[in-house]
């Protein structure tokens, strides 16, 4: 079946047709044997490797487009591909053939009292739809993760990164297409227009499941307005907790880190909790902020250090994605567990802290997909999860919870091996 949809570029129509195509796509993706999936994620690694004049070249005229659109620094950073960048990408979607291939492995099995050996087996899910913003990187993440599990897949990325999106999906398709697999079972939206998100989201029956990657607008419309089931996080805004036990120098270590390797990540810290019986609060506030990070505190940090900028109510629920942390003195564990309570987003939280009772209540309590005791909120990622690329990070309570890979994109279905029972 050819890869180019030939259909009017109504969204509704080419949704479909995009559906169409995957279906038939995932229906042989199922038969493959993981030794077929290692081989077509090989190949489509090669692919990536190879192309990669040709990535930077469409990368370069993105970023100029995205600059004279005036996008910030951290949305240009998200969309800068650099040949470190091209580079792990390729090695990210190797490293899925790598992985355990969840696909036929038995979850559990029983024989209840009719006879009949009952087991549930890990299978696909069948065709994902990928809506993201920004990160070209995603299209060959998301790609590798859908074939690595057996999926066809839709992607939908940003205007914005239009033409890397583009380069980097050809680059799939040939290493596809090489390793004798359907072209279609990695498909791209041809189209720009956002009428294209809302027919991906009316997609039932066409799509199985939708993945949002992008800002909170993004994420939102789709919590709001799909018909199809829903992997997601909207906000990251995560905390990390530097108890009154908590050794001075990996606290500065971890706090920095946590926020300024990377600020554009979800995975970035957003507030720092200080324990009000922390005795060097002074000094990991300065290290913060000699970091070149802008400092927002509450009136209890402006009386350790005068000079930060005054936290407002907001500050507190607040995905900032750039170098600003704000900063608030609690009352030990308690007040650290009410503030995450109260504000978090159920992403990643961190405590920092030698005393393994109090780390312990609170990688108890806190109610975060990922929650960290001594480590960077950074580590926030499949890769580091040992999990390969990841599709996202999920913050729901349902099908899949933190970083979404392999495993995460299977369900299951009962098999039942009887001998000739009947149901009285």
């Keep these: 079946m050819a890869t180019i949809v030939d259909v009017e570029l109504d969204p509704v129509a080419l949704v479909a047709a995009l559906g169409r195509h995957a279906r038939v796509a995932a229906g042989e993706l199922a038969r493959l044997s993981t030794a077929d999936k290692q081989l077509a994620l090989a190949a489509m690694a090669k692919a990536i490797r190879a192309a990669e004049a040709d990535i930077l070249s469409a990368n370069r005229i993105d970023m100029a487009n995205a600059a004279d659109a005036g996008l910030s620094p951290a949305m240009l950073d998200r969309l800068k591909l650099t040949p470190d960048r091209i580079a ?196 990991l506030i300065a290290a913060l902020a000699a970091s070149g990070c802008e400092v927002r505190g509450d009136e209890a940090a402006r009386a350790i250090e005068p000079a930060l900028v005054p936290a407002k109510d907001a500050d507190w629920d607040t995905e900032y994605l750039e170098a600003i942390a704000s900063v608030r003195v609690v009352d030990g564990l308690d007040g650290a567990l009410s503030h995450v309570a109260a504000h978090g987003s159920h992403h990643t939280d961190a405590i920092v802290a030698k005393d393994a009772a109090a780390a312990e209540r609170f990688l108890r309590e806190v109610d975060s997909a990922i929650v960290l005791w001594n480590a960077s909120t950074q580590f926030a990622d499949g890769g580091e999860f040992g999990l390969g690329a990841e599709i996202g990070i999920a913050t729901g309570r349902l099908h899949a919870r933190g970083p979404v890979a392999l495993e995460g994109l299977t369900t299951y279905k009962w098999i039942g091996r009887g001998a000739g029972q009947v149901r009285p």
């Design 88 to 283: 792990a990408m390729a090695d990210g979607v190797a490293t899925i053939a790598t992985l355990n291939d969840p696909v036929g492995e038995i979850v559990d099995e029983t024989v209840p009292a009719n006879g009949i050996h009952l087991s549930r087996v890990r299978v696909p899910i069948g065709v994902i739809g990928i809506i993201y913003e920004s990160r070209p990187n995603v299209t060959a993440d998301a790609a590798a993760l859908c074939i690595g599990s057996g999926n066809a897949v839709i992607l939908r990325g940003g205007s914005e990164a239009v033409e890397s999106n583009r380069a980097i999906h050809a680059a799939l398709v040939k290493g596809l297409s090489d390793a004798g697999l359907p072209a279609d079972a990695v498909q791209l939206v041809p189209i720009t227009d956002r009428a294209a998100v809302g027919a991906m989201l009316a997609g039932e029956g066409v799509i199985d499941m939708v993945v949002p990657r992008g800002g909170k607008g993004l994420v939102a419309r789709v919590q709001a307005e799909a018909r199809v089931p829903v992997l997601a996080h909207l906000d990251g805004i995560n905390h990390v907790f530097v108890h009154a036990s908590a050794d001075p120098a990996m606290a500065e270590k971890i706090v920095v880190n946590a926020k300024m390797r990377r600020t554009g990540i979800c995975g970035a810290m957003e507030t720092l909790l200080i324990d009000r019986d922390y005795a060097h609060a002074a000094d």
